[in-house]
């Protein structure tokens, strides 16, 4: 179970190069029957792809952190984006844990992990983050 000392870890996908194709698949798949709003243009929650599966992925497998996915309610999260992510980028997503909370309730105990997730081009220019 997450605990304070594990604040600080940090989890890294690096040169990670978005794809074209599977951008545009998302783009199709958000916009429904719709036109897609900005044909060429990578969704904003295509961050899911290069940036939450990869990192967030070696966190739930870190055994020493021991996530227990049965058990995990997805909270809150948002992301800014400073820069547009565009086709072709490369990019490195990084995932730190910044906090671990305690949360009691009547009937129940967990804890919050709090996870920043912080994504630079190749000249390490913040492109998106948490």
Not at 65 to 89: K, M, S, T, Y
Request: proline fraction near 8%.
């Amino acid at each position: 179970m997450p605990d304070q000392s594990h604040v600080g870890r940090r989890y890294t996908a690096p040169d990670q190069v978005i794809d074209a194709e599977r951008a545009e698949l998302m783009a199709r798949a958000i916009a429904g029957s719709a036109e897609v709003a900005e044909p060429g243009a990578v969704p904003p929650t295509f961050a899911a792809v290069y940036c939450m599966a990869p990192t967030l992925a070696q966190v739930f497998a870190d055994p020493d952190v021991g996530i227990n996915l049965a058990g995990l309610i997805h909270g809150e999260q948002a992301f800014e984006w400073p820069e547009p992510v565009r086709a072709g980028d490369v990019v490195d997503a990084t995932a730190e844990i910044t906090a671990v909370q305690e949360k009691r309730k009547i009937v129940s105990q967990h804890r919050k992990l709090l996870p920043e997730l912080v994504v630079r081009d190749s000249s390490c220019r913040p492109l998106a983050s948490t």
